[in-house]
């Protein structure tokens, strides 16, 4: 069992930053992949980004490639979301998600992630 907590999210102008971060409890915090997702209201949950269980393995979806950067610190069972130059698009709420596989995988899908925070919503004014 793994409890996930997030944090830091608010309200930001347009390209503004902010940085979210998730706490994990309960299991081993390294035999877990670790991703952000976000969900809009009225549309379906979508992956944000993604990195493996040591950190060295890394993805991003289009939308926020190259505008978004995900991390980890094993010892602290924490991984971030920084954010920058924020758009009104970015507007959702963010949940954090921990799946368990192998060392070098990135989860990307919702279904391949076994737990999850509540979110924290984020929403970038124009």
């Known amino acids: 069992q793994v409890q996930l907590a997030e944090s830091g999210g608010g309200l930001v102008q347009a390209g503004g930053s902010l940085r979210l971060s998730c706490v994990a409890s309960g299991s081993i915090f390294s035999l877990y992949a670790m991703g952000w997702f976000r969900q809009a209201p009225g549309k379906e949950r979508e992956f944000v980004a993604g990195?493996?269980?040591?950190?060295?393995?890394?993805h991003y979806a289009d939308s926020v490639k190259d505008r978004f950067t995900i991390s980890r610190d094993n010892a602290k069972r924490t991984v971030y979301l920084q954010m920058n130059t924020l758009k009104p698009e970015d507007t959702a709420v963010y949940y954090c998600?921990?799946?368990?596989?192998?060392?070098?995988?990135?989860?990307?899908?919702?279904?391949?992630?076994?737990?999850w925070g509540n979110g924290t919503l984020v929403t970038v004014s124009s």
């Open positions: 998600a921990a799946g368990r596989t192998q060392v070098l995988v990135v989860l990307s899908t919702v279904t391949d992630m076994e737990y």
């Open positions: 990195i493996s269980r040591g950190g060295g393995s890394k």
